[in-house]
């Protein structure tokens, strides 16, 4: 078991992230489900110069929780669950955590592990189980990075969709997705809320609702 400093943690606005690609070369031969999610997803996917990032995402299956201490040397992580609490090595991430902060002792926080389940071979999205689909669709790989596939994506973002940070990321991202993907985002917004004000420019007003269920198209 390793051995580390602990330390008192920074603020929660005291960030210095790393960058994706930084990201990427620490979990470079991490052999568990990885990704870059969050607003870096969306303009990875988008290319060109990216908005102003105050974090960085990594989503990761919860199968994969028990190796990340020894695949982390040198780095405090933390289990968000309203509160901020140091996660030791061989113990079991809280019931209630679905994010995990990390840090290296006296730096500020560098990026942030948000856990996805693992069902079978499929993935599950955490607010309505009926919404899933195959490990492999839940990605797409961008200059060798991992990046969740934006339909997902924009489906976590969802929750806040006037949010101005996740607007700008639903409509920068709009025109990159295909007929399919747009279907699949519809048919889960049905799903979560009935009605949602990203309705009208996915164009499906009556969309199929178990295409939730499906293969995320290409």
């Known amino acids: 078991m390793s051995q580390i400093v602990k330390d008192t943690p920074p603020g929660l606005n005291d960030w210095s992230p790393l960058s994706p690609v930084e990201a990427g070369r620490l979990l470079r031969d991490f052999p ?9 997803a969306i303009d990875l996917c988008v290319g060109g110069r990216p908005r102003d990032h105050a974090d960085v995402d990594i989503q990761i299956g919860r199968t994969a929780l028990p190796l990340l201490h020894r695949r982390l040397p040198g780095w405090l992580l933390y289990a968000a669950d309203g509160d901020l609490t140091l996660w030791e090595e061989a113990s079991p991430l809280p019931d209630g955590a679905h ?80 007929a399919g993907k747009r279907e699949w985002l519809a048919a889960s ?19 199929d609702p178990n295409v939730m269920t499906r293969e995320p198209l290409p």
Not at 189 to 207: E, F, I, K
Request: charged share 30%; with cysteine; hydrophobic share 40%.
């Open 99 to 178: 994010d995990i902060w990390c840090r290296r002792p006296g730096q500020p926080w560098a990026f942030q592990f948000m856990v996805v389940d693992l069902d079978d071979r499929e993935w599950v999205f955490r607010r309505d189980d009926r919404i899933r689909g195959p490990i492999d669709t839940m990605t797409e790989r961008v200059d060798g990075l991992p990046i969740l596939a934006p339909e997902i994506q924009l489906l976590y973002k969802s929750k806040r969709p006037n949010r101005p940070k996740d607007e700008r990321d639903f409509r920068h991202v709009l025109p990159r997705l295909t």
């Open 32 to 40: 568990g489900v990885w990704c870059i999610a969050g607003g870096w």
């Open 189 to 207: 917004l049905v799903q979560l809320y009935g009605d949602h004000p990203w309705m009208s420019l996915l164009g499906h007003a009556n969309p």
